[in-house]
């Protein structure tokens, strides 16, 4: 596995983390609206984070197998598996970015600081992946 997979479970693995924080405790991963929100917000958390873990999970087993085996089959696999969650992280930096004030400053910069770095390693270690397949 080279650099590309080392990022691109880093990327899934972390996910994974943020989606779990998510679950058991949303009004942390929230930050500061945390203190005003409600049940529908707080539901809406949970729900990110089942995303998060599904696509976390997901590459990371997908990587797996595309290491364990070597065959193309999973090694394409793994990469539609990095790429989905690079779309889901871009599409988060659309919604941010358009959405914007729907958010408080820190909720943008939040999203933004977690989103750019995730959807630009994703799309690289996707990429990369191609390119060595």
Known sequence: ????????????????LFGLGCLVAPRTVLGPTAARAEGQMIWM???FGVRDIVLGTGTLLALGQAEATGAE??????????????????????????????????????????AVPAAVGGWWAARTRRATA
Not at 1 to 16: F, Q
């Open 1 to 16: 596995a080279g650099t590309e997979d080392t990022i691109a479970k880093g990327i899934a693995a972390g996910r994974v």
């Open 73 to 114: 089959g999973a090694d394409e696999a793994a990469t539609r598996w990095v790429e989905l969650s690079a779309a889901a992280d871009s599409l988060d930096i659309a919604n941010a970015v358009v959405f914007h004030g729907e958010l408080d400053r820190g909720g943008v910069a939040a999203t933004l600081a977690l």
């Open 45 to 47: 958390a949970r729900a």
